[in-house]
């Protein structure tokens, strides 16, 4: 099933507990993500890129507007920026309870945990982990339950170049596979190009979209595509 | 939905054979180091033993009897059958008691952690507990319960509960509220949520109630049972004490805190070292 989401007219505060002072993140914000589209959100820290996140998810509701996921509650897969595991099981449970919740096969745990390369791992404890390994082990979690929306707040920012790169490839395979209703926060402009269908540069004190790229590359994409790096330069000079 | 499932491990091979060994079970335990974990401990116990015998040999006093009387009185009770009885008797009523104690500070822990309405409606009920005397506790339970085995199980659960309680709604309240999210945001269900979040985070505190609340327990059940029951550990300790036998008050004494090191050390340590090895596992 596909999924549209809408953000209308969405207001967000929040008051900073040791100021008291009271910060509008949101201000009459609107966004829509097209059904199956993958949609990158770029933008300087603090702007509200995960509260964007948490609205979607449920998680934060608006303080007015609506945030509307296509009438139902879809199955969320989610990478958190932190990978939010829990330290006393096994790797394999921590993916496997997320499964079994979402209805899917125990036995589709091991390939995920194959693709993200933490076979060896899969009895080890989290504590045991890298940083890298553990961000791993969300995404496996994420992708394990066949979301129909899958939310990343900078998923790969905590990984050495190699292992994000193979899990961007990862990614692209996914939506090749299965396209599905995404929103992507990052820090990387170029990994922004090479994976979403727009890209979309939040800013300012309330946040507003400053910007907005259509990517219209088909994929599978390459990494190295010269036109995306123009797309990413684009992107860099707006941000700055 | 019929999809297939869209990730296939063959096609973006990760890491494979790049990963370092995943480190294996824990090591074969440490013969050595299991045997003399005790010494220190035990090196206490000697040291007292030793300056009580200099104490009652220098005194010469009937009050301060010897290590050999002492023994012998726990010999005899030992070889007469009285000491298992009245300790099996006691340590009955303490489990009935704790159990029941737990079950209910389980329950209000988690709602004292997750509803500050009503921790500010429980609290001062568990603060009146904590500050109770055990003694007080003791002689009301006895003045309402009399012989039955309402009374000693009753005065138990009413001692051990406070502190279990506080510590049971502290462990809750420090539970991340970020894997909440995650649990809401993967659906787990509540008995999932219970298992593998809720009661693995609070398991340290989990153990600190039940230690204290267990400490508790001990010293009212002697209380019960001196003033309100015909046997038990606490009914054999008054009976030497009216005969004045006072290696006999310590031969109960003795057999009372083996017990209690056996519990401690046979049960609560080896329980909390299977319920945090994750942790270990982790300072590797
Ligand atoms: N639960 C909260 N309570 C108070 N302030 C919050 C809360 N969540 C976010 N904020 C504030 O809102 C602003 C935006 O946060 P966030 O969405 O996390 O930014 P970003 O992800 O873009 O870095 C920040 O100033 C942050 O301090
Ligand atoms: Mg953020």
């Given amino acids: 099933m596909s999924v549209r989401i809408s953000l209308d007219g969405v207001d967000k505060a929040f008051t900073n507990r040791r100021t008291g002072e009271r910060q509008q993140i949101f201000r009459d914000f609107s966004l829509t993500l097209a059904p199956d589209e993958l949609v990158a959100v770029v933008g300087g820290s603090g702007t509200g890129k995960t509260t964007l996140m948490h609205l979607i998810a449920g998680l934060e509701r608006p303080d007015a507007g609506t945030v509307s996921t296509g009438g ?47 076979t060896e791992y899969a009895r080890s404890y989290p504590s045991v982990l890298s940083g890298g390994q553990r961000q ?56 922004a190009a090479f994976l979403a269908d727009r890209v979309v540069v939040l800013g300012g004190r309330p946040a507003e979209v400053v910007r907005e790229y259509r990517i219209d590359r088909p994929r599978p994409r390459s990494p190295e595509d010269p036109e995306l790096f123009d797309v990413h330069r684009r992107i860099v000079a707006a941000l700055t | 939905m019929t999809v297939t499932h869209p990730v296939v491990a063959e096609e973006v091979a990760l890491g494979g054979g790049r990963s370092p060994a995943p480190p294996g079970r824990p090591p074969a335990a440490d013969v050595v180091g299991r045997l003399t974990r005790p010494l220190p401990a035990l090196l206490l116990v000697g040291l007292l033993a030793a300056g009580w015998q200099l104490m009652a040999d220098a005194s010469g006093s009937a009050l301060i009897p010897g290590l050999g009387d002492v023994a012998r009185n726990l010999v005899d009770i030992a070889a007469s059958g009285a000491l298992w009885d009245n300790v099996r008797v006691t340590l009955t009523r303490v489990a009935l008691g704790f159990a029941a104690a737990f079950v209910v500070s389980v329950a209000a822990g988690i709602a004292m952690g997750r509803s500050e309405w009503l921790r500010r409606f429980l609290e001062p009920a568990v603060l009146i507990g904590l500050a109770t005397p055990g003694l007080v506790k003791a002689l009301l339970c006895v003045i309402w319960f009399g012989v039955s085995l309402l009374n000693p199980i009753l005065t138990v659960a009413l001692a051990a509960a406070p502190a279990l309680t506080i510590n049971v709604a502290q462990g809750v309240r420090s539970v991340d509220p970020a894997l909440g999210e995650m649990a809401h945001v993967y659906r787990l269900d509540a008995l999932t949520r219970l298992r593998y979040v809720w009661l693995p985070a609070i398991v340290p505190d989990l153990f600190t109630g039940a230690r204290l609340g267990i400490a508790m327990a001990w010293k009212v ?13 606490g009914y054999q300790l008054n009976l030497e004490f009216s005969q004045h036998n006072v290696a006999g008050v310590l031969a109960w004494t003795v057999a009372f805190a083996l017990v209690m090191a056996a519990i401690e050390y046979g049960l609560l340590q080896t329980l909390e070292r299977r319920a945090v090895r994750w942790r270990r596992v982790a300072l590797r």
């Fill in chain 1, 136 to 191: 791993r082990v969300a995404v496996a979690r994420a992708f394990v339950v066949r979301p129909e929306v899958l939310l990343l707040d900078e998923p790969f920012s905590a990984l050495d170049e190699l292992t994000a790169r193979r899990l961007r490839l990862l990614l692209q395979q996914l939506w090749l596979r299965t396209p599905r209703t995404g929103l992507l926060v990052t820090h990387n402009a170029l990994e």
């Fill in chain 1, 72 to 118: 139902g509650r879809p199955r969320l897969g989610m990478v958190f920026q932190q990978p939010r595991l829990l330290d006393w099981t096994s790797v394999e449970t921590n993916v496997r309870l997320a499964a079994t919740a979402a209805g899917v096969d125990a036995a589709e745990v091991a390939p995920i945990l194959a693709a993200v390369g933490l």
């Fill in chain 2, 221 to 233: 059940i002697v209380l019960v049972e001196i003033f309100g029951l015909a046997d038990g550990v």
